[in-house]
């Protein structure tokens, strides 16, 4: 299925990701407050767009404020008339995919990493893999956590982690689970310094 640029039925890319944030918040129950400067940090995009876009969601009744500490939060109205609509459709076309990529760039330690594409429709758990994430060598477990449960908004994502020696153990003797990893369908291999793609396919 195409990927549907949701920021299109929105008029605005900043007005789509604000929606979104709040929606996969909403949806794992976390309704908390927000305000500008957290939500400027967390969507990368300017103070002055995430302004006037909170404004105009307060004045459609989508979003509520309240003053704290004299600053002003906001938070979703889940009494708006289609508010069930609305979450549907967040729900439903949020992909991870690009978050899991830029992450992925940045572990120089790892020699292969595996994400298999079902992670995309995690929030709906409308597919299910093996595993959804397959990794050797090494990674920081603990942000790697942290990483996971800010991108899929504390829904439970399968994966491991080996080394390389047991890597080539498991595969010499033939361990049923490490060749059905990798021999599951939708795999994508955004770390691959072993060429086990390569080798998978001769």
């Not at 640029?5 to 929606?23: A, N, P, V």
């Not at 940090?41 to 404020?65: A, V």
């Not at 979450?87 to 995919?97: A, E, G, N, Q, V």
């Not at 490490?178 to 060429?195: A, G, P, V």
């Given at each position: 299925m195409?990927?549907?640029?949701?920021?299109?039925?929105?008029?605005?890319?900043?007005?789509?990701?604000?929606?979104?944030?709040?929606?996969?918040?909403?949806?794992?129950?976390?309704?908390?407050?927000?305000?500008m400067?957290?939500?400027?940090?967390?969507?990368?995009?300017?103070?002055?767009?995430?302004?006037?876009?909170?404004?105009?969601?307060?004045?459609?009744?989508?979003?509520?404020?309240?003053?704290?500490?004299?600053?002003?939060?906001?938070?979703?109205?889940?009494?708006?008339?289609?508010?069930?609509?609305?979450?549907?459709?967040?729900i439903?076309?949020?992909?991870?995919?690009?978050?899991?990529?830029?992450?992925?760039?940045?572990?120089?330690?790892?020699?292969?990493?595996?994400?298999?594409?079902?992670?995309?429709?995690?929030?709906?758990?409308?597919?299910?893999?093996?595993?959804?994430?397959?990794?050797?060598?090494?990674?920081?477990?603990?942000?790697?956590?942290?990483?996971?449960?800010?991108?899929?908004?504390?829904?439970?994502?399968?994966y491991?982690?080996?080394?390389?020696?047991d890597?080539?153990?498991?595969?010499?003797?033939?361990?049923?689970?490490?060749?059905?990893?990798?021999?599951?369908?939708?795999?994508?291999?955004?770390i691959?310094?072993m060429?086990i793609?390569?080798?998978?396919?001769?």
């Amino acid at each position: 299925m195409k990927n549907l640029d949701i920021s299109k039925l929105f008029w605005s890319k900043c007005r789509s990701k604000l929606l979104e944030k709040f929606f996969l918040e909403y949806e794992s129950w976390n309704n908390d407050w927000f305000h500008m400067r957290a939500l400027e940090r967390d969507l990368d995009e300017q103070i002055n767009s995430i302004k006037r876009e909170l404004d105009n969601l307060e004045e459609l009744w989508l979003l509520k404020s309240k003053e704290e500490l004299k600053k002003k939060i906001f938070f979703l109205n889940p009494h708006f008339l289609l508010f069930k609509e609305f979450k549907d459709i967040f729900i439903k076309t949020y992909d991870p995919l690009d978050k899991i990529k830029k992450y992925f760039k940045e572990q120089s330690l790892l020699d292969l990493a595996i994400v298999n594409d079902s992670v995309r429709y995690k929030m709906t758990d409308s597919w299910k893999a093996i595993l959804d994430i397959f990794m050797i060598w090494e990674i920081d477990k603990d942000e790697f956590n942290n990483f996971l449960w800010s991108t899929f908004f504390n829904k439970k994502i399968k994966y491991a982690i080996i080394t390389n020696d047991d890597f080539y153990n498991r595969l010499n003797y033939w361990d049923k689970l490490i060749h059905n990893i990798l021999s599951q369908h939708w795999n994508i291999f955004l770390i691959d310094k072993m060429k086990i793609k390569e080798k998978i396919s001769k």
